[in-house]
């Protein structure tokens, strides 16, 4: 259970390591991206289970499972049309005037 607590800690981080990918490799670079989001939550696991005093039971289905992860947030986030807004000032709320 304390395993299952610290992936999904881990996880909970993948749309801001997506937003960063995009930040350093620009538009396209779609395998760049993820190979960099897939290499920082990987060791972020490994990091995690040395630290509990284990070894992964299977590296190739923890890759193959991130792999997957990355691909499903990337969908949902295109989806949701989060990269249509990027580098653009949020909109006005109205009733609210922003600071000076």
Do not use: C
Request: net charge negative; proline share 7%; aromatic share 8%.
């Amino acid at each position: 259970m304390f395993g299952t607590v610290r992936l999904l800690w881990l996880l909970k981080d993948l749309p801001g390591l997506i937003a960063e990918a995009e930040t350093l490799f620009g538009p396209g670079n779609g395998p760049e991206k993820k190979q960099h989001v897939l290499d920082l939550v990987y060791k972020g696991i490994i990091l995690a289970e040395k630290g509990a005093g284990r070894e992964l039971a299977d590296e190739v289905a923890v890759r193959t499972g991130l792999s997957w992860t990355i691909d499903g947030a990337v969908k949902l986030l295109n989806a949701l049309g989060i990269w249509e807004s990027w580098g653009k000032p949020p909109a006005a709320t109205p009733g609210i005037t922003p600071a000076s």
